[in-house]
């Protein structure tokens, strides 16, 4: 089809309104801003809250003020996943349909009783698909479950190419929905996109061993698979993991006020730029799209590190 080959792509941002923007997450923002907007496509804000009891009151308004004060605009309204509730349970009763998804009666802390090599980097404890003949007798569901499949799961990666994971071995039959009815971050995030239209998704690659889950949920939907794109993460000093106390973006706070220009210019860097000299001082919309001209995937770091401003 011609015509969907040549449409513009849709990207976005989702934050969870969990704390502020940090030099870190502003990075995602802008590289996933920098992708769309240089193949001309639209931009979408999303505020991933479904996870009530980790947010942070007032902070998604936070997150928006502070996209703003660096020139990042998005297309139309935002969307929040709280607004969508209804639709994460149609999608569920679709995957019910397909007999892989059984309700589990384990508790968290069994599961990490039974976890011999949990993945501390990731949110899953393996599952040793204890309740996929069914629950004990007298438990309560705990999740519900969906059964994964013997072979990997592969997909590619712009920046890290054909990425594969037996989802067996990583996470086991992981769950997608809560005891208590709430939809699971990796079914919602997979209907959010769809439903968004989103053609691609780029974030941090502390994702990446979640995203074949997503896709496997994808393919069994049989929804379009966006062009994934996971990048490397700004670090602390010494390459130590990025201390959001440290390097919080938010506009309330003095830390980067009239220097929003210069954090831009360093996250350019970072990802691979190399801005001219004279755009020091430059106002943000103005690096914004001399980046977007300038963005190139094949110039992406291939590990992250520090982001340096000058
Ligand atoms: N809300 C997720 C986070 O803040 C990101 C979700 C996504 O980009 O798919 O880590």
């Known amino acids: 089809m011609p015509d969907e080959i040549h449409k513009p792509p849709v990207g976005r ?8 923007l940090h030099t870190g997450s ?6 996933s801003w920098l992708m769309a907007r240089s193949a001309g496509g639209r931009w979408l804000l999303r505020i991933d809250d479904l996870d009530a009891p980790r947010q942070v009151p007032g902070m998604a308004d936070d997150i928006m003020r502070t996209l703003e004060l660096y020139g990042l605009y998005w297309d139309g309204e935002v969307s929040r996943q709280s607004d969508n509730r209804g639709t994460y349970q149609h ?38 698909a204890t309740c996929r003949g ?17 072979e990997p799961v592969c997909f590619h990666d712009l920046h890290n190419g054909m990425v594969c994971q037996h989802l067996g071995d990583r996470c086991g039959d992981f769950a997608v929905r809560r ?5 699971t971050y990796q079914l919602a995030v ?14 941090g690659e502390d994702l990446l061993p979640s995203t074949p889950r997503q896709v496997y949920i994808q393919g069994l939907l049989g929804l379009a698979l966006p062009a994934y794109c996971h990048i490397p993460l700004v670090a602390g000093p010494d ?23 210069a954090l831009l210019l360093g996250v350019l860097r970072f990802l691979g730029l190399n801005p001219p000299r004279g755009m020091a001082g430059a106002p943000c919309d103005e690096i914004l799209r001399w980046g977007a001209g300038s963005f190139d995937v094949a110039r992406l770091p291939a590990k992250g590190g520090e982001l340096v401003v000058s």
């Open 239 to 261: 390459g130590a993991k990025l201390s959001k106390r440290d390097n919080l973006v938010s506009h309330h706070l003095g830390s980067w006020r009239g220097k929003e220009g």
């Open 91 to 128: 999608y569920f009763n679709e995957l019910l349909t397909t007999g892989l998804v059984y309700p589990c009666g384990c508790s968290r802390r069994e599961l990490a009783l039974a976890a011999s090599a949990p993945h501390p980097d990731d949110d899953c404890l393996p599952y040793p």
């Open 13 to 20: 941002f989702a934050p969870s309104p969990t704390g502020a």
């Open 179 to 183: 005891g208590d009815g709430e939809i």
């Open 190 to 203: 997979v209907v959010d996109d769809h439903l968004t239209e989103v053609t691609q998704v780029v974030r």
């Open 134 to 150: 069914g629950m004990r007798e007298g438990a309560t569901v705990r999740s519900w479950r969906l059964r994964v499949p013997d």
């Open 26 to 31: 502003l990075t995602t923002a802008v590289a």
